[in-house]
T-cell receptor, first 112, second 116 residues
Framework: QQQVKQSPQSLIVQKGGISIINCAYE??????FPWYQQFPGKGPALLIA?????SEKKEGRFTISFNKSAKQFSLHIMDSQPGDSATYFC???????????FGKGTRLSVIA | GAGVSQSPRYKVAKRGQDVALRCDPI?????LFWYQQALGQGPEFLTY????????KSGLPSDRFFAERPEGSVSTLKIQRTQQEDSAVYLC??????????????FGQGTRLTVV
């Protein structure tokens, strides 16, 4: 049973547009929800993360929206740039330094 | 400062061969995690350590997989009698001490294992 479901699988966005990636989770014990960015041949790197006591977190062009009642969270990338082209993973975990459960990833392509 | 270092970056093994993958975490990081990432998929948890204690190995796919962290720093993931289905990228991540809520996990670049 997949604990974190991510969509879409792939996404093509025009330069300057908004990229939106969605995730849904099942386990109500999760209390940390990060988004990771991964370039080919590299390990995942933390982009932005949120805890369930807030509904939105913004860092530069990146925003997480969190809906606790719906058990959903999403990543918005504003003013998308070709350099944002990468694979994005949502993840979740219980409290403390416990293992992350990842979604299957979204391959984002930003075209000029 | 140095990040999480994994070696080798690439490993080609013949089916049936044993392999050992090494992870050097960031200095001072007490938590260390191993994940397996198949092509086009998200990382999947294998096992993790708090210092030298292995707290959870429920993600190891078979008894051919073994991990250790004897001195609470460097960790080795060993795969015995490799099979083709073991071909994947093996990622290591480490986290600094947490006071409760947990801290960021920093990933290495991974070891790409190809079993032929």
């Amino acid at each position: 049973q997949q604990q974190v479901k991510q969509s879409p699988q792939s996404l093509i966005v025009q330069k300057g547009g908004i990229s939106i990636i969605n995730c849904a989770y099942e386990n109500t014990a999760f209390d940390y929800f990060p988004w990771y960015q991964q370039f080919p041949g590299k390990g995942p790197a933390l982009l932005i993360a949120i805890r369930p006591d807030v509904s939105e977190k913004k860092e530069g062009r990146f925003t997480i929206s969190f809906n606790k009642s719906a058990k959903q969270f999403s990543l918005h990338i504003m003013d998308s740039q070709p350099g944002d082209s990468a694979t994005y993973f949502c993840a979740a975990r219980n409290s403390g330094n416990t293992p992350l459960v990842f979604g299957k990833g979204t391959r984002l392509s930003v075209i000029a | 400062g140095a990040g999480v270092s994994q070696s080798p970056r690439y490993k080609v093994a013949k089916r049936g061969q044993d392999v050992a993958l090494r992870c050097d975490p960031i200095s001072g990081h007490v938590s260390l995690f191993w994940y397996q990432q198949a092509l086009g998929q998200g990382p999947e948890f294998l096992t993790y350590f708090q210092n030298e204690a292995q707290l959870d190995k429920s993600g190891l796919p078979s008894d051919r997989f073994f991990a250790e962290r004897p001195e609470g720093s460097v960790s080795t993931l060993k795969i015995q009698r490799t099979q083709q289905e073991d071909s994947a990228v093996y990622l290591c991540a480490s986290s600094p001490p947490s006071t409760g809520g947990g801290t960021e996990a920093f990933f290495g670049q991974g070891t790409r294992l190809t079993v032929v």
